[in-house]
């Protein structure tokens, strides 16, 4: 059987290695994903700036970060850390029907806050805004409750999205073509979350 210890150290340094580079054979074997439309050090170099800004926009008023499950988990967890403030964190879920890869704009709360917004300066944070409706559903349940301000920090916003001044995105990480994308979170049918930087997603509608 070997000795479980040093065999747990040699495969996390594997992880390691795959995860800094990103190049891990099973993704790149992959005929479902494309190019790589962002890389890991793209997004560890845009997070870092993301939170520097964050950090000074609201040092005087801490925020109460609002991640939006289950796409923005992976972003949500590095920019929390590129925030040098005392932060608070809370998640909803919403579910918004249509195909997998098409949004309905009909969307559904499967997991409420936690927390009360009222008087909060409320940072939501999101994967990915494509139509731009599901992020304009939350908007309006979140200001309904209060807070003392309310703004949008978006990893992707895609380039069909008409301005959107209504919307309040403050902090945008990337602006990409309208293609469909996975990885760093997002998914097609709950795959490729763990996928370490964000791919093209060549594939039809999954089974
Ligand atoms: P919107 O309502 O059209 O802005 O779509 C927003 C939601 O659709 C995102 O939060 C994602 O969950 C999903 N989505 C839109 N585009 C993509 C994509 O390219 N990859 C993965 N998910 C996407
Ligand atoms: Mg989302």
Redesign the pocket.
Known sequence: MGDPVSQHEISGDLDAESATTGASSVWDLDPALGRVVVSVGQIAERVSELGATITADYADRPPLLVG?LK?AFVFLADLARAIRLPLELDFMAVS?YGTATK?S?VVRIVKDLDIDLTGRHVLVV??????????SYLRRSLLARGPASLAVCSLLV?RSLHPRPDLEIAYVGFEIDPE???GYG???AERYRNLPDLRVYLAGEPE
């Open positions: 939006v796409g918004s949004t704009g999101e994967d990915i805004l494509d139509s731009g409706l599901t992020l895609k469909f994308v996975v997002l998914d097609v």
